[in-house]
């Protein structure tokens, strides 16, 4: 079956950067829209960042835009999340998402058929 494994998560100071991966097994990531989302302890779960490959399409929330970047390599079947300046607002448990109808980039969570189980991103110093 269809699964997505997320990997680089941890703690990093004010500023700094770090890079999510989120592999995907059981299908091609060619054929899927993929997404990231956030969510911190009380709060609704938020969009990040999308790409869906029909027209080639990315959205990227207000509150990251010019700071994060996702990108995919089908090759590996694997997409990322480079998170660079890192603000103290920005901890949250993240999350990778994906959906079979490659033309789906939307914040609307309720969209997509698969997810990661999420990896924690801390911003301290």
């Known amino acids: 079956q269809v699964q997505l494994v997320e990997s680089g998560g941890g703690s990093v100071q004010p500023g700094g950067s770090l890079r999510l991966s989120c592999q995907l097994s059981?299908?091609?990531?060619?054929?899927?829209?993929v997404a990231w989302f956030r969510q911190a302890p009380g709060m609704e779960r938020e969009g990040i960042s999308c790409i869906r490959r029909v027209r080639k399409f990315t959205k990227d929330a207000t509150s990251v835009k010019g700071r994060f970047t996702m990108s995919m390599d089908i090759a590996k079947n694997t997409f990322y999340l480079q998170m660079n300046s890192l603000k103290p607002e920005d901890p949250a448990v993240y999350y990778c998402?994906?959906?079979?109808?490659?033309?789906?980039?939307?914040?609307?969570?309720?969209?997509?058929?698969?997810w990661g189980h999420g990896t924690q991103v801390t911003v301290s110093s």
């Open positions: 059981g299908a091609s990531l060619e054929y899927f829209a």
């Open positions: 998402a994906a959906d079979r109808r490659a033309g789906t980039c939307t914040f609307s969570g309720s969209l997509y058929d698969h």
